[in-house]
């Protein structure tokens, strides 16, 4: 079964740059969103289809994807930031696939 | 602007069914542009997807709970339905239905969640 791996954990100072990865086999070769979760919050959609931000979503956050590796990027990160973060892709039979997620932390 | 809202029992017995409901407002569960999807999280853990159901009535499930999950939808009532049987304490985990944008065949992100209900899988 496919598979995305995210790093547990992310720490960053308020106003940096906060990079968080995805790993998964070609995953360069599909579609990959991301979602944020707070505490005791449903997720919100943050990138869709690699790179595109929804309206509503702040610009400092961007999104890549190439490779075997899909990149989440909060420019200017704030403390408001601070959330869990999901990718999610399709495998090759339309199934979802979530990755572990990654919990944000702003020092 | 779409809404979506989980309803059911939040407790359910071991090697029971588990039974849920989506209801859709401010939008049409008959609209060909878009999927409909079940995700769940258990206390402490990560999203897992159940699956999801085209207005059609195609589905697509978790290849792990595929013999345990039915999704169905009722275009008359504008909702959508997880059934999830032989329920075990591993099953316990807060439930979200959501809305997915669809191009084609292919399901893409998901962009409208509920605000997700717990179910407590206990005797």
């Known amino acids: 079964s496919y598979e995305l791996t995210q790093p547990p954990s992310v720490s960053v100072s308020p106003g940096q740059t906060a990079s968080i990865t995805c790993s998964g086999d070609k995953l360069g070769d599909k579609y990959a969103c991301w979602y944020q979760q707070k505490p005791g919050q449903s997720p919100v959609l943050v990138i869709y289809?690699?790179?595109k931000r929804p309206s509503g979503i702040p610009e400092r956050f961007s999104g890549s994807n190439s490779g075997n590796t899909a990149t989440l990027t909060i420019s200017g990160t704030q403390a408001m930031d601070e959330a869990d973060y999901y990718c999610q892709a399709w495998d090759s039979r339309l199934q979802k696939v979530f990755g572990g997620g990654t919990k944000l932390t702003v020092l | 602007q779409v809404q979506l809202q989980e309803s059911g029992p939040g407790l359910v017995k071991p090697s029971e069914t588990l039974s849920l409901t989506c209801t859709v407002s401010g939008g049409s569960v008959s609209s060909g542009s878009y999927y409909w999807s079940w995700i769940r999280q258990p206390p402490g853990k990560g999203l897992e997807w159940i699956g999801y159901i085209y207005y059609s009535g195609s589905t697509n499930y978790n290849p792990s709970l595929k013999s345990r999950v039915t999704i169905s939808v009722d275009t008359s009532k504008n909702q959508f339905s997880l059934k999830l049987s032989s329920v075990t304490a591993a099953d316990t985990a807060v439930y979200y239905c959501?809305?997915?944008?669809?191009?084609?065949?292919?399901?893409?992100?998901?962009?409208?969640w509920g605000k997700g209900t717990t179910v407590t899988v206990s005797s």
């Open positions: 289809q690699d790179s």
């Open positions: 959501a809305r997915g944008r669809r191009f084609g065949e292919l399901p893409y992100y998901m962009d409208v």
